[in-house]
C-alpha cells in the first residue's frame, strides 16, 4: 500500500489544521493506522492510532483533548483533525500502515510539514 500524506501548513497558536492520509494499492480495512510526527531537532514520536476498522482509537497524552484520528475505510482515508494548536505541535506528521497481524509499521507516507505560529 501507497500512502501520501496531506493538509499541512501554517497556523496560528489555537487555531486548527486537518491532515488527511490517502491510500492507495490496498484497502485500508486491513491495516492498522496511526500517525507520527517528528519536530526540528527531535526523534520521531507516535501521535495517535486507529484500529483496521476504525472502532478503537488512541491519542498520546500531549495532544489528547486537541486531536482526534478517524478513519473512513470506504473513502481509503485516514486523517489527524488538529484543534487548539500549540507552537510545538510544529513537526513534520507521517502517516503509518499497519497490516492486520503484522507486527510493525512497514508502510510511511511522505510527511507533510505543519508550522504552528505563537
Known amino acids: 500500500v501507497q500512502l501520501q500524506a496531506s493538509g499541512g501548513g501554517l497556523a496560528q497558536a489555537g487555531g486548527s489544521l486537518r491532515l488527511s492520509c490517502a491510500a492507495s494499492?490496498?484497502?485500508?480495512?486491513?491495516?492498522?493506522m496511526c500517525w507520527f510526527r517528528q519536530a526540528p531537532g527531535k526523534e520521531r514520536e507516535f501521535v495517535a492510532r486507529i484500529s483496521w476498522s476504525g472502532s478503537n482509537t488512541y491519542v498520546t497524552d500531549s495532544v489528547k483533548g486537541r486531536f482526534t484520528i478517524s478513519k473512513d475505510n470506504a473513502k481509503n482515508t485516514v486523517d489527524l483533525q488538529m484543534s487548539s494548536l500549540k507552537p510545538e505541535d510544529t513537526a513534520i506528521y507521517f502517516c503509518a500502515a499497519r497490516r492486520v497481524g503484522s507486527l510493525t509499521y512497514n508502510y510511511w507516507g511522505q510527511g507533510t510539514l505543519v508550522t504552528v505560529s505563537s
Open positions: 494499492g490496498g484497502t485500508l480495512n486491513s491495516y492498522n
